[in-house]
């Protein structure tokens, strides 16, 4: 029978959808929010991670300003001071920038050079065959006696050779010369000011990971662990007196606030020097709560501690972090994804063609490695969190990537990055698993922001068409707590027993970790690079555009 619709028939239809519509949106969204989030955090040093947690301490201070007279201190070779790598970041016309890219590419042609005549074919087997040609032994005249009959460092040779050739010289008149616009002196006076860029940052950091420490809880943290090592080893028990990271952590909550996580666990593989190796394992393996200590060692942290912990307060439901990091990796080598096993990227091709070498590529033993390990925590996710709901399933939220230094001078590093992010969706079936990528900041300033080529690599994959949209990056710069560098110098200009002297090792004292090789070991560093990786991550899987691109266009400008 057909029945004519009143409006008031059909205003009920209406509602009785919307109630349809709203009930099985919210049983979407509800079912959504049981699915455990899975996030993959891979790397090398960056992401092992090495900030000790007594570091944040700095957290509670200024930045440290480094006197004006740091800027001009000049010693007489590079070794990586402050005033000769103004050569690096000096700033003028192409054709003065070109001088300076010259001067930088004299240096180490003339390191590699001597470092291969030191190392290569000038052995003692050379010299005892009585070979004096210039292409076999250190006795060829013009090249003088090898370090080792000096009595000389090899670097320190290295650096001798600079200075014969005039290079240092040439590297003082660049840097003096007028048409530098960013003198090192220049460089100093705007350590000064980098808090204040990331001043909303440090905020939120200090709100979440702090709440409201202060400095002096620090001092009576550091008794209390003192008291409790020194206990520890009168019973004949390892020197760090916890059993485990969670205990750790809990010590740390009580001491200085650091939170523990409340819905992510984390499920990590690699560089983990205080955990055993699994029975059967050639690869070590540990999982549980995420908490402070899932760094090289269970005292330390890498960015995991600080994404986790920024992370859960951004979406809904239990989250687990698949971590793979391991020290001195390169992603041409080590890193180096299946597709690549047997065959190489154009660049990379040129490079080895202009090297004259024979090809010789392979998939990365790391890389195997880890797609054992992550396709192992895919198969049984109850494993490894508690919360998991086998009828709500998983989400793969995303990639977080923090690598970089041992491929400093990998030119295919855009090529190889782009490769890696296809394969790895691959591997694990989601082609539009969202990217972040961590830049490297060591140099801390603007200009440099890509100057090396894994960030340069960073930048090409996030722009390239068949990734733009779900790539982004963290640019670590502004994190880095470059003023660090300078408290070994205050006592070359100040003396040891100067107030400037005893204020730096005061601070170094505090805000370096003991291992501080990496970014100084420095809590404030990963705190802060594993917030934003967080806040990025969160972005795409919101929806919503990769920030980086605007970001570059401010960088490049200046800005």
């Known amino acids: 029978m057909n029945m004519k619709q009143t409006p008031k028939m059909k205003h009920s239809l209406i509602a009785a959808l919307a109630v349809l519509l709203t009930f099985a949106c919210g049983a979407s969204a509800e079912a959504d929010n049981k699915k455990l989030k899975i996030v993959f955090m891979m790397g090398q040093s960056n992401m092992v991670g090495y900030a000790a947690p007594e570091t944040a301490w700095y957290l509670t201070q200024p930045a440290y300003q480094p006197p004006a007279e740091l800027g001009t201190y000049k010693p007489r070779f590079f070794n990586w001071n402050h005033y000769w790598r103004g050569v690096t970041y000096a700033l003028g016309s192409e054709e003065y920038m070109a001088k300076g890219e010259a001067l930088i590419a004299e240096r180490a042609a003339s390191r590699k050079l001597w470092r291969e005549r030191i190392y290569g074919n000038f052995s003692r087997t050379a010299r005892a065959a009585g070979k004096t040609d210039e292409n076999n032994d250190w006795n060829y005249k013009e090249w003088g006696d090898p370090p080792h009959v000096r009595g000389i460092h090899n670097r320190e040779f290295l650096d001798l050779k600079a200075e014969e050739a005039g290079l240092y010289k040439r ?145 809904d439901g239990p989250v687990l972090i698949v971590k793979v990091a391991v020290g001195g990796t390169s992603l041409q080598h080590s890193w180096r994804p299946s597709s690549l096993a047997n065959a190489e990227t154009p660049f990379e091709k040129a490079a080895r063609e202009a090297r004259g070498e024979a090809k010789n590529v392979q998939v990365g033993p790391l890389w195997t490695k880890a797609m054992a390990h992550i396709k192992e925590v895919l198969a049984d996710p109850g494993q490894f969190h508690p919360d998991y709901d086998p009828k709500a399933g998983v989400e793969l939220a995303g990639l977080v990537w923090f690598q970089g230094w041992n491929d400093m001078n990998n030119t295919a590093y855009g090529e190889q990055l782009v490769q890696f992010i296809k394969d790895f969706r691959k591997e694990v079936n989601a082609p539009e698993l969202p990217v972040i990528s961590g830049l490297m900041g060591h140099d801390a300033w603007k200009q440099s922001t890509f100057a090396t080529e894994p960030n340069k690599g960073m930048l090409y994959a996030a722009q390239q068409p068949e990734l733009k949209g779900t790539v982004d990056l963290v640019n670590t710069l502004p994190y880095m707590p470059v003023e660090l560098g300078f408290l070994w110098n205050v006592e070359d200009i100040f003396g040891k027993d100067s107030k400037e002297a005893e204020k730096a090792n005061y601070i170094k004292k505090r805000a370096v970790a003991k291992d501080g090789t990496h970014y100084y070991g420095s809590a404030k560093f990963v705190y802060l690079t594993g917030d934003a990786m967080a806040r990025k991550l969160a972005n795409l899987l919101k929806g919503g555009e990769p920030t980086i691109h605007k970001e570059v266009e401010e960088i490049l400008n200046g800005n």
């Open 171 to 315: 590297m003082e008149e660049y840097i003096e010369s007028p048409e530098n616009k960013f003198h090192p002196k220049d460089a100093i006076a705007e350590i000064g000011k980098r808090d204040g860029y990331i001043a909303e940052e440090l905020k939120r950091v200090r709100e979440i990971y702090l709440q409201g420490t202060k400095p002096e809880d620090f001092d009576t943290m550091a008794e209390a662990e003192a008291a409790l090592k020194a206990a520890a080893k009168d019973n004949e028990k390892k020197q760090f007196p916890f059993e485990n990271r969670l205990e750790y952590a809990k010590f740390l909550k009580e001491h200085v606030n650091l939170p523990i996580a409340e819905r992510t666990y984390i499920a990590a593989a690699g560089e983990l020097r205080s955990d055993p190796m699994p029975e059967g394992k050639d690869f070590k393996q540990a999982s549980g709560p995420l908490t402070v200590g899932w760094g090289q060692n269970t005292g330390v942290s890498g960015p995991e501690y600080a994404f986790g912990i920024t992370f859960e307060r951004l979406v």
